[in-house]
């Protein structure tokens, strides 16, 4: 059988796309942000085993030494807790979406999402990327491990409007051999309307 293995797609404009490889170190405690709808925003990031995302408060660059960032996805806990079906989800009350309604669970892995305060008007830079378990491959009756599935998009960042609500999250599509790292501002209906990125850079 042979590997998939997933490359990445970006569009700008209609269909928004952002982010990047998620790794480095993140803060042990996420900063406290007000509230209130006409100093915040609130975003919710889609985390399962095998996923890393990071995001980073008022920067729109990714840092060298990807310090300062807040772990969503990605680290050993999150993966193992995923991995036998533990619901991760943490919510601070934003409303059911097209994307939050359709979790993506597989056999090894349960789908969950975290909801956080940010404040708006300040840029906000996530990177993501996901790895898969080795295919098994089988050539002339030996089945061996073969290549992993895997994906990153380049980092990207977007400023975030007071009051309003995001979805970000990697869409990986097999059978088209891509993944896109989505931004959606959630509407009044719980429609999905593209937000605008850009691509971010490494911070000099």
Known sequence: ????????????????????????????EAAKVDSDPAASAR???FGNNGTGVVFYRNQSCV????????????????????LVQVDQTESIGMPP??????????????????????????????????????????MNGVTRSGRSESCSVPGGTFVPEAGKDY????????????????VEAIDAAG???????RPATVCM
């Open 43 to 45: 975003i919710r990031l």
């Open 63 to 82: 840092p060298q030494n990807r310090q300062g960032g807040e772990r969503v996805s990605g680290g050993m806990g999150q993966s193992f807790k995923a």
């Open 1 to 28: 059988m042979k590997s998939i293995v997933l490359q990445y797609l970006v569009v700008f404009g209609t269909v928004s796309a952002l982010l990047g490889c998620a790794s480095g170190n993140s803060k042990p």
């Open 97 to 138: 979406s097209q994307r939050s309604t359709r979790r993506r669970d597989g056999i090894l892995a349960r789908e969950f999402s975290k909801e956080y305060h940010v404040k708006a008007g300040e840029p906000i830079t996530v990177t993501m990327g996901f790895t898969g378990t080795p295919q098994m491959v089988t």
């Open 167 to 182: 979805d970000v999250y990697l869409d990986i599509r097999r059978s088209e051999g891509i993944c896109l790292a989505t």
């Open 191 to 197: 429609g999905s309307v593209p937000a605008q990125v």
